[in-house]
């Protein structure tokens, strides 16, 4: 299945550690987006990327979240010193251009600060 | 801003009723797309529509792209019990010029329970 890999699925962190989520977009696909969905809030925005390249990262918090998409290699979001409010489920998403026909979206990481 | 709009935010029914979900912005979108979300899991591409007017069917589901394209509708056939889940419409994002670039605003989701 050559879909979108996002893995951890589950993820537990103190608060203060380090979260990693990382993104395997579909093959063919050089378009990645991360969302976060939060119960009765639905989806968010948090970044788009192109390989190398940060396209719009306007949902992101200014501190603590940064995202990549390396040449070489999945898609990450990290997540430092993470607080309770960032428990929530991360999905990327990917694309062969825009998303004017849709994205095709990963199973999600549920991460869960205690 | 570009914001979508769903109603109703939750609808439970039995098995064997129809239903319809609507999908509403005060904004011009260039296309409008369905996704269907289950527990645990992501959200399911399911249709696009992309002209004014358009309509689309995928099997019990009909979709509909108001004229203005401004809006949509899913309507759902004598629903199964499989068709539980959440239903989000979504449109791209355009900038200031009104070019849009990929990024997609979703609307809030409908919650579908059928009950056997």
């Known amino acids: 299945n050559a879909g979108v890999m996002q893995n951890p699925r589950h993820l537990v962190r103190r608060r203060g550690q380090e979260a990693r989520l990382r993104c395997s977009p579909m093959?063919?696909?050089?378009?990645v987006y991360w969302y976060r969905q939060l119960p009765e809030e639905g989806l968010k925005f948090m970044v788009y990327?192109?390989?190398?390249?940060?396209?719009?990262e306007s949902g992101m918090p200014k501190e603590r979240f940064s995202a990549e998409f390396p040449k070489e290699g999945p898609s990450i979001l990290r997540i430092q010193q993470v607080v309770r409010g960032d428990s929530a489920a991360y999905f990327c998403?990917?694309?062969?251009?825009?998303?004017?026909?849709?994205?095709?979206f990963g199973s999600g990481t549920r991460l869960t600060v205690v | 801003t570009q914001l979508l709009e769903q109603s109703p935010q939750f609808l439970s029914i039995q098995e064997g009723e129809n239903l319809t979900v609507y999908c509403n912005s005060s904004?011009?979108?260039?296309?409008l797309q369905w996704y269907r979300q289950e527990p645990g899991e992501g959200p399911v591409l399911l249709v696009t529509?992309?002209?004014?007017?358009e309509v689309k069917k995928l099997k019990r589901l009909t979709f509909q792209f108001g004229d203005a394209r401004k809006d949509s509708s899913l309507h759902i056939t004598a629903a199964q019990p499989g068709d539980t889940g959440l239903y989000l419409c979504?449109?791209?994002?355009?900038?200031?010029?009104?070019?849009?670039?990929?990024?997609?605003?979703f609307g809030q989701g409908t919650i579908l329970t059928v009950h056997p």
């Open positions: 998403a990917s694309s062969p251009g825009g998303g004017y026909y849709g994205y095709t």
């Open positions: 093959k063919g696909h050089s378009h």
């Open positions: 990327l192109q390989k190398e390249n940060i396209i719009d």
């Open positions: 904004s011009v979108f260039s296309s």
């Open positions: 529509v992309v002209t004014g007017g």
């Open positions: 979504a449109g791209p994002t355009t900038n200031a010029g009104g070019t849009s670039y990929g990024k997609l605003t």
